[in-house]
């Protein structure tokens, strides 16, 4: 029921809108008077044709795409792509920057370094434990792109706006926060995201790739592993998963008739960003552990003076009907994840809980 959820903070698998969870629930017995479920149907009928083709075509006008833009549902989570871009993208002595903002970025690292590809970590805040992000970043004059991640889950910081790559493609992970504003897409060679941060279920990944990157691609890959044989096939390959391109077309569906679009939707995550931060700053218990100008209006990571008053915080809330509050658990602390799906209001229970909790443990 409804009425039984709880305030959802999870960082991923994270809260989808009430009213996609509802859809998703009155259609499931029988789709589109298909007398099937969505994960019944064959993915080459027309039923399911028009799921996926409604949901590229939401992601194109969402993002303002033209057409040298591929939009692909791929598996293997957000994780298979740390490996599939250095493998597609570098042969030889080509080169590729990476910028370290965190330990998503770090893995994506990892996957290049052990195809013993070239490239250079030309920024890392890894200095100040994460804590930030980098500024007047110097790139490589002949690198084939620079991969970086939009926005760090497990520190809670953001990239408020994307470096200036004199022109070399950016290949961004933006997992947790994609679709939370409008981008400047000129900028970027290749983004991608897997689902279950902003998008809906785990384990599918989008990937929005421009023609010049598929030019460039290696030829002599496995098929499952070269982005080219899903571009070909409008991702039908082989079998797609299905149940999550249909979720996240309702999700794109929901930004733009319910939320009214990215730029909408930006200002609604800055409301309920600033209305958190603003009573964090404000509290003598709670201190945020990003630096200001870095801070993710996704993930909210906080800690208060000591882990046994966290550990009290977080049973409290969970009795409170507050879920998901635990930082990671490579750094501790806590965390309010708020994305796309994340209410006002809950915002404002929240704010409230903390505002009591403070209260009777000063
Ligand atoms: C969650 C997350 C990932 C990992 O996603 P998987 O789908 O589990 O592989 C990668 N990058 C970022 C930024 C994430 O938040």
């Not at 998703?24 to 028009?50: A, K, W």
């Not at 792109?145 to 200036?164: A, C, L, R, W």
Request: hydrophobic share 35%; net charge negative; glycine share 6%.
């Amino acid at each position: 029921m409804a009425d039984q959820r709880i305030y959802n903070f999870n960082a991923g698998p994270a809260a989808l809108p009430l009213q996609v969870l509802e859809e998703i629930q009155s259609s499931f017995l029988n789709f589109d008077q298909s007398g099937m479920s969505v994960t019944e149907i064959s993915h080459r009928s027309s039923y399911f044709d028009d799921v996926i083709n409604d949901a590229v075509e939401r992601a194109k006008r969402l993002l303002n795409l033209d057409e040298r833009f591929h939009v692909l549902f791929l598996q293997g989570g957000a994780s298979l792509q740390f490996a599939m871009i250095p493998m597609n993208f570098l042969s030889g002595d080509d080169k590729a920057d990476y910028i370290n903002t965190g330990t998503w970025s770090t893995k994506a690292i990892k996957e290049a370094q052990i195809q013993k590809k070239n490239f250079s970590v030309v920024a890392s805040s890894e200095d100040k434990d994460f804590s930030y992000i980098p500024k007047d970043i110097e790139f490589s004059k002949n690198a084939k792109y620079v991969h970086m991640t939009s926005n760090n889950t497990i520190k809670g910081t953001q990239f408020h706006e994307f470096p200036d790559t004199n022109g070399i493609p950016i290949v961004c992970d933006m997992s947790s926060d994609i679709f939370s504003r409008p981008l400047d897409m000129e900028k970027f060679g290749l983004i991608y995201a897997g689902a279950q941060k902003n998008l809906g279920p785990s384990g599918t990944c989008m990937v929005i790739i421009r023609q010049d990157m598929l030019d460039m691609a290696n030829e002599n890959l496995p098929s499952m592993l070269k982005y080219d044989t899903f571009a070909s096939k409008n991702s039908m390959y082989n079998t797609p998963p299905c149940f999550g391109i249909y979720t996240i077309d309702l999700v794109l569906k929901w930004i733009e008739d319910q939320m009214g679009g990215l730029e909408k939707m930006e200002e609604y995550n800055i409301k309920k960003a600033d209305l958190l931060y603003d009573f964090i700053d404000s509290s003598e218990l709670y201190r945020t552990t990003a630096q200001k100008y870095s801070r993710s209006l996704m993930n909210v990571t906080f800690r208060l003076p000591s882990e046994d008053l966290e550990k009290q915080f977080i049973g409290k809330a969970i009795e409170n009907g507050f879920g998901g509050l635990k930082g990671h658990r490579s750094v501790g602390g806590c965390r309010a994840s708020i994305y796309n799906a994340a209410t006002m209001e809950s915002i404002h229970a929240l704010v409230q809980f903390m505002t009591i909790f403070e209260k009777e443990n000063k």
